[in-house]
């Protein structure tokens, strides 16, 4: 059934500051933090944050360092993973399965966004393991045509898999979180082969202007847009 309206249980509502507090203590306790551009967050308003997904920490950190609370798309393996587990039924959040049309997930997340609230998702789809962007799946597109928001494009440096090792070590390794200006997509334009090539090149823009926020090592297949990129924001 269609998600008419999204709510948040109480509990959930009043625990999450206290979660971000702790994941914030934990972050500066074993890494070494930058956080910029964070006067870019137009706050108090709906937007989606887009972030590059390179492992299982990217999420949690920038959720962690925002200056507001963020709803958060994942994949619906999380929600069954030892550790993650207990983050994600505490925390919350809306969960995907990779792969499929899930319709119910776009309805979450189109109803989170005009519910007022702001949302952290990840349009590769899925982490990469590596610093290298992965091209975006489509879907995130035809979200924010759907839901004619701002879109937030943040970078992250730092947040690679072997993060926790190098943590536990007491290498505090560095981990940074660049946010760039809000931008907005065009209208998806044509119908069939052509609507669906369109909705595709919105989404490589998304990530283009994330890949702008990122050194060269972390573009990936999106490092030769960042040249093209208009530095307007557009």
């Given at each position: 059934?269609?998600?008419?309206?999204?709510?948040?249980a109480?509990?959930?509502?009043?625990?999450?500051?206290?979660?971000?507090?702790?994941?914030?203590?934990?972050?500066?306790?074993?890494?070494?933090?930058?956080v910029?551009?964070?006067?870019?967050?137009?706050?108090?308003?709906?937007?989606?944050?887009?972030?590059n997904?390179?492992?299982?920490?990217?999420?949690?950190?920038?959720?962690?360092?925002?200056?507001?609370?963020?709803?958060?798309?994942?994949?619906?393996?999380?929600?069954?993973?030892?550790?993650?587990?207990?983050?994600?039924?505490?925390?919350?959040?809306?969960?995907?399965?990779?792969g499929?049309?899930?319709?119910?997930?776009?309805?979450?997340?189109?109803?989170?966004?005009?519910?007022?609230?702001?949302?952290?998702?990840?349009?590769?789809?899925?982490?990469?393991?590596?610093?290298?962007?992965?091209?975006?799946?489509?879907?995130?597109?035809?979200?924010?045509?759907?839901?004619?928001?701002?879109?937030?494009?943040?970078?992250?440096?730092?947040?690679?898999?072997?993060?926790?090792?190098?943590?536990?070590?007491?290498?505090?390794?560095?981990?940074?979180?660049?946010?760039?200006?809000?931008?907005?997509?065009?209208?998806?334009?044509?119908?069939?082969?052509?609507?669906?090539?369109?909705?595709?090149?919105?989404?490589?823009?998304?990530?283009?202007?994330?890949?702008?926020?990122?050194?060269?090592?972390?573009?990936?297949?999106?490092?030769?847009?960042?040249?093209?990129?208009?530095?307007?924001?557009?």
């Open positions: 059934m269609p998600v008419k309206d999204y709510q948040v109480l509990w959930r509502r009043l625990l999450r500051p206290v979660i971000m507090a702790v994941l914030r203590g934990v972050f500066h306790l074993v890494s070494s933090v930058q910029i551009g964070a006067e870019n967050v137009p706050r108090g308003q709906p937007y989606m944050a887009v972030i997904h390179v492992s299982t920490f990217d999420g949690p950190f920038v959720g962690a360092f925002w200056p507001e609370i963020l709803e958060a798309v994942g994949a619906i393996e999380v929600w069954h993973r030892p550790g993650q587990q207990i983050l994600a039924v505490l925390y919350g959040g809306i969960p995907v399965h990779r499929d049309y899930d319709r119910v997930m776009i309805d979450r997340v189109l109803a989170a966004l005009r519910s007022g609230r702001p949302l952290l998702i990840a349009p590769e789809g899925g982490r990469s393991h590596r610093p290298g962007l992965q091209r975006a799946k489509a879907g995130v597109a035809y979200i924010l045509d759907e839901a004619q928001v701002p879109i937030v494009p943040v970078g992250v440096v730092g947040a690679t898999d072997d993060f926790w090792k190098r943590a536990s070590r007491l290498k505090r390794p560095h981990i940074e979180m660049h946010i760039g200006k809000a931008f907005r997509l065009p209208p998806i334009q044509g119908r069939g082969t052509e609507r669906r090539a369109s909705r595709q090149h919105n989404a490589d823009q998304v990530m283009v202007h994330i890949a702008a926020l990122l050194p060269e090592a972390y573009r990936g297949v999106y490092a030769e847009g960042v040249a093209d990129l208009d530095p307007g924001g557009n």
